[in-house]
């Protein structure tokens, strides 16, 4: 079996407001069997603290170890990285506290800023802008939460998410981003070395090819794409390899299986070994 899981948010746990099918039962068997689960959700509006409350009023225990939203993820980078940072943020008071709290300083404008972090901001205006404008082009580092270019809206069906504010200050300043959430795997390698394990012992699952799968492909872990969310089976089939997950499943009741299964056949080359282990993923 394999024991450390790392699962996207919405289009896998749930659909706005709405618990997926198997989703608690599934969560009970993994903690029964031992086995480590993270949420790791490009998300960066909310601080981790309310994306597990969400999960909590779902019915789903968790921890607050346990949830890694982008703006989480930004933080803890930044703070290995650069903790002497002094960042202008365009994004919401959510991100603004995870940056605080990983021991960063937060500035109110471009001035003296090293670093601009840019993601969803629901309280964007054209002063925020200009001043990451400002700080970029005198040499910040900019630095995008994610790319997302919607987010899921219950009365119009999308709404414009980080990733339309990020090319706003891309056009603007000629800069592109160094991006923290999905495609990049750099959520899965912090939550590797929180764990200690190697992306061979590690599965992630998502509902999306361009930045689930494509984040567990360019990190080297298994990646399994369940069907419950955005992306229909086909659409998988015909992915390009980079983004072709390792197994294809119709829902999470057929997790568990699919990592005893896995587990079974642990030491064997990564690519080779899904393709024999899982011939119809
Ligand atoms: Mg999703």
Same mark, same amino acid.
Request: net charge neutral; glycine share 10%.
């Given at each position: ?172 300043? !000629? $800069?592109? @981003?160094?991006? &923290? ?9 912090? #939550? +590797? *070395? %929180?764990? !200690? $394990?190697? @992306?061979?012992? &590690? ?9 689930? #799968? +494509? *984040? %567990? ?18 659409? +998988? ?45």
């Amino acid at each position: 079996m394999l024991r450390h899981v790392v699962m996207d948010m919405d289009g896998v746990i749930y659909r706005g407001e709405a618990l997926l099918p198997g989703v608690r039962t599934l969560l009970q068997q993994l903690q029964q069997r031992g086995v480590q689960v993270a949420f790791l959700t490009n998300n960066a509006s909310r601080h981790r603290q309310e994306l597990a409350e969400k999960l909590k009023a779902m019915g789903l225990p968790c921890t607050l170890e346990q949830v890694w939203g982008s703006a989480y993820i930004t933080a803890r980078y930044l703070a290995r990285e650069a903790p002497a940072a002094r960042v202008f943020v365009v994004g919401t008071a959510g991100t603004v506290r995870e940056l605080q709290e990983a021991g960063l300083t937060v500035v109110p404008t471009h001035e003296g800023a090293t670093h601009v972090v840019v993601g969803l901001d629901w309280g964007l205006t054209y002063e925020k802008l200009r001043q990451a404008h400002y700080a970029i082009c005198q040499g910040a580092h900019f630095i995008a939460t994610n790319l997302d270019p919607t987010y899921p809206d219950s009365l119009h069906t999308t709404a414009p998410g980080g990733g339309a504010i990020v090319a706003a200050l891309r056009t603007s300043t !000629g $800069v592109a @981003p160094q991006v &923290m959430g999905k495609p990049q795997p750099t959520g899965l390698a912090l #939550i +590797a *070395a %929180a764990w !200690g $394990v190697r @992306p061979s012992e &590690m599965v992630a699952v998502g509902d999306r090819l361009d930045t689930d #799968i +494509a *984040a %567990a492909r360019a990190f080297g872990c298994r990646a399994v794409l369940v069907l419950t969310g955005v992306t229909r089976r086909a659409e +998988a089939e015909q992915a390009p390899a980079a983004l072709r997950p390792d197994a294809v499943i119709a829902d999470l009741t057929e997790l568990v299986p699919l990592l005893e299964r896995w587990g079974r056949d642990e030491s064997g080359p990564l690519p080779e070994t899904h393709k024999k282990v899982d011939p119809e993923g």
